[in-house]
C-alpha cells in the first residue's frame, strides 16, 4: 500500500539524519512529520523552545499564533527574539527566525490573540493543538475548541519555580476543564510571581517532546496524567486524573457541542 506521507529530499536527508537512524522514526515516520500540521498559541518562553524544537525536527506546518511584540522583558527566557526585535510582532518575527532555521517547514504567521470566537478555525486546520499561553481564559478557550473537534493538546504553564505538563490525546482522557473549571482563580501568573527561564525551557522542551511523539504515533505515557515539576528541589509529581462527569466541556452534560 503507497503511503500518503510526502517524500523526502536529498538535503532533508542530510539533515535530519540522526533522527532518522531511531528506530521510532526512520523514513516513514521523518515522512509523517512532514505531513503533520501544528498549532501553537503563544510565543513566549514555552513557545520559543516548542517552535524552535518542532521546526528543527521538521514538521510539515507550524502556525504560530501571537498577538504581542516583543519587550526587553520577554528576552531573558524567549529565547527566539533578541534586541533586534523589540517592538515587532512576535508572531511574525518567529517566522522569519525558524525560515532560516529550516526553510523545510511552512510557517503561517497568526498576528492576533486567539479567543473562543476565532480559535475553532484554526483548529480545524491542523493536526494537533500545543498550548503556550500564560492566560487561563485563553487555555480554557483552545480546551474548548480541542474537545468540539475531537483534536489532541498539549498544555504547559510555569509559574515561578514550579511547573505543570498536560497532554489529552484520546476522548476518554480528562480535559482542562475538569482540573480547572471555568470559574477557577488564578492565584498566581508569570506578571505577579515572576518564573525563572531555564524552568520554562524545561517545559517547551517537554512539550515539544510530547508532540513528536504524538504526530510520530507513538503512545505519551503523560497522556491522561498532570505532571509537576519543582525545579528548586528537582522533583517530578504525577497525578493521574479522572474525567469530571459533569464538566461542562467534556462531560455528560457538556455545554459545547462538536
Known sequence: ????????????????????????????????????????VGLGGLGSPLALYLAGAGVGTLWLADGDTVDSSNLPRQILFDGEGLRRSKAELARERLSQHNPHVELIAINQRLDAASLPEFVAQVDLVVDCCDSLASRQAINAACVAQGKSWISAAAVGWQGQLMVRSAPDHPCYACLYPADTEVKESCQSSGVTGPLVGVMGSLQALEALKLLLGLPSPVAGTLRRFDALAHQWQTHTLAPDPDCAVCGQHKEITP
Do not use: F, T, W
Open 1 to 40: 500500500m503507497l503511503s500518503d506521507a510526502p517524500s523526502l529530499n536529498d538535503e532533508e536527508y542530510l539533515r535530519y539524519g540522526r533522527q532518522l537512524m531511531l528506530a521510532e522514526v526512520g523514513e516513514a515516520g521523518q515522512a509523517r512529520l512532514k505531513g503533520k500540521s501544528v498549532l501553537i
